[in-house]
């Protein structure tokens, strides 16, 4: 039974946060490995100034090297767009691996929103990523109203497997400022580089 963190996202591009607080996650959960799930297309994000999808995996990639984060295009072959159903896929086609969703901060003001939210949040446990500037809105969250009852201590958070879900947790993780946002503003035309065919993913 491998243990494995789930970071899905656009990664427009990813960067070194990405890395940073995922491995960071790995060790205050006690995985194995993380996987990045790049999303062909985020339903809450525009897709305006949304970079092509074989430079967003690409970046993925070249920022993973030498890493225990696997980058994985298992939602555009699997055919999801929503995180609900990405999991119910991983579950029938990975029955021997246990998973925890990672998410930022800043996502859990969003969660309501999310497709079918409760029920992710019965399918696996998650591992909520500290954001600078975003707790008290996270603790504020709509969505926290239901998922308040299932908080779990993060001093607890390498016995996750063990839970239950709904299970969630909040890591106390090093912050990290980076944002995909600010590194677009700068150089929006970072991914005309990485333009091309992507090698083969590494999780078939």
Sequence with gaps: MARIGLLGGSFNPAHVGHRRVSLAALDALGLDEVWWLVSPGNPLKAAAGMAPYEARLRS??????????????????AGTR?????????????????????MGEDSVAQFHQWKDWRRLARQVPIAVISRPGYDDDARAARAMGWLRWFVRPAAMARNWTAWSAPAITFLRLPP????????????PDW?????????RPRIS
Excluded: C
């Design 176 to 187: 990290d400022p980076t944002s995909a946002t600010a590194l677009r503003a700068r150089n």
């Design 82 to 102: 929503y995180t609900v159903d990405t999991l119910a896929a991983l579950g029938k086609a990975y029955p021997q691996h246990r998973f925890i969703w990672l």
């Design 191 to 199: 991914h005309r580089r990485l333009n091309g065919r992507a090698r």
């Design 60 to 77: 993925a990639r070249a920022m993973t090297r030498r890493s225990p984060i696997r980058v994985s295009d298992f939602e555009r072959r």
